[in-house]
């Protein structure tokens, strides 16, 4: 979605417009109108001058309404101008998670966490959540999934509390995945192999 609308009017209508000043300019070249950004960070990395930002946007629904309307993208700033080299539509669940589908403009942004050359998302439940961690690999110049851990938290029929903990790494658990390639769907069966109780 993101990547076909990089000629969007920067500025676009911003859900509550008193947070305007903490999102990153680079962001807003990305909003259009009904559009809402979630989290917006900016990365320092040697690698990409002078920095990065991580920026999620939920779109406006439109018509098809079984789509996921969020978008995690990575935006570069050169000359002035911003351009997203990487964006994943999947890594934000705002389909099935219903506090990312109606949380307010910039709710989300301690669940982003960025550091240099890898971003990460923490998708909140009720009952746990899970982390997908995204890193920078300067030999193929491209984004990939390097982590994956999920958190579940679950009551047997005695009401003992039982936390289950599963933790995927790249290349030892993980194939190499493209950010834009990436669904969650993909790690299901191996974080279920991966499944531990840690309490």
Known sequence: ?????????????IHASAL????????NAFVA????????????TASHAPGLTIVVVRHRLGADRSSNP?????????????????ANSTV?????????????AMALNGNLSVEPDRVSFLNESAKGGT??????D????????DKAESTTVSTDSSSSVEVHKSSLTYPASIPWIPIESFEPGMLRESMARHRQVVQ
């Open 138 to 145: 300067h030999q193929r110049n491209a984004w990939h999934l």
């Open 92 to 104: 934000v669940d705002c389909r099935y998670n219903d506090y990312a589908r109606t949380a307010a």
């Open 33 to 44: 109108a009904g559009d809402t950004i979630l989290a917006a960070k900016v990365m320092a």
């Open 20 to 27: 305007i000043a903490t999102v990153p300019d680079a962001a």
């Open 131 to 136: 982390t997908f961690s995204f890193a920078y």
């Open 70 to 86: 969020c978008e995690l993208v990575i935006v570069e700033s050169k000359a002035n101008r911003a351009s997203a080299i990487a």
């Open 1 to 13: 979605m993101i990547l076909a609308a990089l000629a969007s009017v920067a500025g676009g209508d």
